[in-house]
């Protein structure tokens, strides 16, 4: 998932302060590529921050289930002192004391925060390729609320997408697809696994992870006169907040008896687990999101935001190779359709770019 500090990344007017700059896309498409690989291997940090059995799930965790939530407030929290060096090193304290503070700016950082956090937790008690396919519905979402508060028309073929994605939610949940017998339908959730005894509310996590993503793509689409640095700052900020809060909440939940008991945080990590965790937040944090940066300012936006898929097949590798998840072949069309769906609308963007860059070159020779 890549986080949407860099929304006015992309406009190099707005990056280097002068219209002289030159984008090298090489180096932002090789920046990207790290970026996303490095969103893609929350999974594998997050599990090993957390299992008592690292390969093992049914061994549970070292930890009550509100630990995803926390893991996720370390990396926001690392969020936080990279974009506060960065401030210092490009001098700018004082475009952030003169950044206005507003509620857009405020929320689009809350809603990466819960999203995060719902994305870990998922990652936690539901399978890799559950938790990553749900958080990848949030540019649905998004494009919804768009249409539904900023009144933005939908074009025919957004329409088709969002459906689409729709029928891709299925598939993954095995609630239609191929089985031995032929095409099926069977809308008796599987909630509960050996592995995964807690898969549903997982799965319900996940959703909320793709909600509160696509929440917070909606909310930065405000403030691009924001420099990207100062609103950097203020995001994570309001993410490590939000990520917190979500914590404290499923831990005071747990240890008062509203829900069961294994919400409490309960923390017993081992060295092993807290090398996991120091990657986690190191890993997916200053150095994807440093690389982002590099992408955002390097790559026109359709570009960054069709390559940030490449998140997903990592995920996807980390299931099934490190921790033995099966993918089936519903699995791997609610994948295509999920992705296709999201990468589609960017892709078109992207060659309208090229398209007009070329053109606009030619014009000036």
């Known amino acids: 998932m890549a986080d949407n500090v860099t929304e006015t990344a992309v406009s190099p007017e707005a990056s280097s302060g002068s219209g002289n700059y030159q984008m090298d896309r090489r180096w932002g498409t090789i920046a990207m590529f790290i970026s996303a690989t490095g969103m893609g291997l929350v999974p594998l940090f997050?599990?090993?921050?957390?299992?008592?059995?690292?390969?093992?799930?049914?061994?549970?965790?070292?930890?009550?289930?509100?630990?995803?939530?926390?893991?996720?407030?370390?990396?926001?929290?690392?969020?936080?002192?990279?974009?506060?060096?960065?401030?210092?090193?490009?001098?700018?304290?004082?475009?952030?004391?003169?950044?206005?503070?507003?509620?857009?700016?405020?929320?689009?950082?809350?809603?990466?925060?819960?999203?995060?956090?719902?994305?870990?937790?998922?990652?936690?008690?539901?399978?890799?390729?559950?938790?990553?396919?749900?958080?990848?519905?949030?540019?649905?979402?998004?494009?919804?609320?768009?249409?539904?508060?900023?009144?933005?028309?939908?074009?025919?073929?957004?329409?088709?997408?969002?459906?689409?994605?729709?029928?891709?939610?299925?598939?993954?949940?095995?609630?239609?697809?191929?089985?031995?017998?032929?095409?099926?339908?069977?809308?008796?959730?599987?909630?509960?696994?050996?592995?995964?005894?807690?898969?549903?509310?997982?799965?319900?996590?996940?959703?909320?992870?793709?909600?509160?993503?696509g929440s917070s793509m909606f909310f930065n689409g405000y403030r691009k006169d924001a420099d990207t640095t100062a609103r950097g700052v203020w995001n994570f900020i309001f993410a490590a907040l939000a990520a917190g809060s979500l914590t404290f909440v499923l831990n005071t939940l747990g240890t008062s008896g509203i829900v069961p008991p294994n919400w409490a945080l309960d923390l017993h990590l081992t060295n092993a687990n807290w090398i996991g965790a120091v990657l986690l937040w190191i890993i997916c944090g200053p150095i994807a999101l440093g690389f982002l940066l590099v992408a955002g300012r390097n790559l026109p936006a359709a570009d960054y935001s069709t390559i940030a898929y490449w998140e997903v097949p990592v995920a996807l590798f980390i299931g099934l190779v490190i921790f033995s998840e099966p993918f089936t072949i519903n699995s791997a069309i609610g994948t295509i359709l999920i992705i296709g769906a999201g990468a589609i609308p960017a892709i078109k963007g992207m060659r309208a770019a090229h398209k007009e860059a070329k053109l606009n070159a030619a014009a000036n020779e």
């Open 46 to 213: 997050s599990r090993m921050a957390t299992r008592t059995e690292f390969l093992d799930g049914k061994m549970g965790l070292n930890a009550g289930d509100s630990v995803g939530a926390l893991m996720a407030t370390g990396r926001m929290s690392m969020g936080i002192l990279l974009f506060v060096i960065l401030m210092f090193a490009t001098h700018k304290t004082g475009v952030f004391k003169k950044l206005k503070l507003t509620p857009a700016i405020a929320l689009g950082g809350v809603m990466i925060g819960l999203s995060l956090a719902c994305y870990v937790t998922s990652t936690l008690l539901t399978s890799v390729a559950n938790a990553v396919l749900f958080i990848y519905t949030g540019p649905v979402f998004c494009v919804l609320m768009a249409r539904i508060f900023r009144k933005e028309p939908m074009s025919g073929l957004q329409w088709i997408c969002l459906l689409v994605v729709f029928f891709g939610m299925l598939f993954a949940e095995g609630l239609v697809g191929f089985s031995d017998g032929g095409f099926m339908v069977d809308f008796s959730l599987e909630t509960s696994t050996p592995e995964f005894p807690q898969k549903g509310l997982g799965d319900i996590f996940g959703l909320l992870s793709g909600v509160f993503y």
